[in-house]
């Protein structure tokens, strides 16, 4: 057991007791809201979807055939393994009604050795009667649904294009929590015009809410994006974390996040070949190593135990 957080493998333990999981990523095709004119057009200006989806992934091929491209992927060195159908790509309850969506949850969650679900999806595009369904069918099969959050600050969610408030952040997760479904909050830090104080300021606002993980990562200004464009002709500055920076806030956000919120991640890793900036060269569990090294030497003065 991790002693300073529960990471990612405790969580799972908690859900999946004596099983080893591993998510499997589907691409079902689906765009988002600040992309397709609903509430905004290009997507968050930091987004390339390229930049964070593997390889056995396509929206053209069906679902049933991506799960089983994903298992073969891993069960070269995992046969054992069980898995979770992974709606990753953009926002996965957008733009389908209710019944189509609940129906492709389904249907994942009924392939061999899958035994859970997680959406990946926006605040704003979580409607009941999808919320209902999800209740009832994470009464057969557990579903974890993960919110693109990124910051508490209003100001910033409309400078990077989400186009949502963090009110939307609170209600979704709140009716999510009413019908006991699992959820994690995705939050960035080091966005434009934001600082390490700001990012926990937006830790500490998501750690009051009944969630049950964090992804957290660095801002990348990665290749293909409007950020870097916009970087570029000078509209946004961003100064990116050094990796001596980084890993400070990293123990300080351990510190303020309690032992019952999972922390999933601390680092994003694109593709080298695309990341402009920040290039640490490290992959997530090489920081995490760094990480657990600046805990240990700290813990008799900063980190102190959960509860």
């Not at 994470?138 to 649904?145: A, H, K, L, M, Q």
């Amino acid at each position: 057991m991790n002693r300073y957080y529960k990471d990612f493998g405790e969580y799972m333990q908690e859900v999946f007791p004596g099983m080893k999981v591993q998510k499997l990523s589907i691409d079902a095709g689906f765009t988002c809201p600040n992309r397709d004119g609903s509430i905004g057009r290009g997507g968050c200006i930091y987004c390339n979807n390229a930049s964070f989806t593997p390889g056995y992934c396509s929206p053209h091929d069906p679902i049933e055939v991506q799960i089983e491209k994903g298992k073969e992927f891993f069960r070269r060195k995992y046969p054992e393994m069980k898995y979770l159908a992974y709606f990753q790509s953009y926002t996965n309850t957008f733009g389908r009604k209710a019944d189509e969506l609940l129906e492709m949850y389904r249907k994942a969650s009924e392939s061999e050795d899958v035994v859970g679900v997680i959406i990946g999806t926006r605040p704003d595009c979580l409607p009941d009667d999808l919320l209902d369904g999800l209740a009832e069918l994470n009464s057969r099969i557990p579903v974890i649904v993960e919110i693109g959050a990124e910051t508490s600050f209003d100001d910033t969610l409309r400078l990077i294009n989400r186009n949502h408030t963090w009110e939307q952040v609170e209600d979704a997760v709140r009716r999510l929590h009413k019908r006991e479904i699992r959820v994690g909050l995705h939050l960035i830090a080091g966005l434009p015009g934001e600082n390490a104080d700001d990012t926990l300021v937006t830790v500490s606002k998501a750690c009051v809410l009944p969630i049950d993980s964090i992804k957290m990562h660095q801002l990348q200004i990665v290749k293909g994006t409007p950020l870097l464009e916009k970087l570029h002709s000078g509209e946004i500055e961003v100064k990116p974390f050094t990796l001596e920076d980084y890993l400070e806030l990293c123990v300080r956000i351990v510190n303020e996040v309690p032992r019952h919120i999972c922390i999933e991640r601390f680092l994003a890793s694109s593709p080298p070949e695309m990341v402009v900036a920040p290039k640490w060269g490290l992959k997530n569990y090489q920081f995490t190593n760094l990480l657990h090294n600046r805990l240990n030497h700290f813990s008799t003065v900063s980190v102190m135990p959960k509860t």
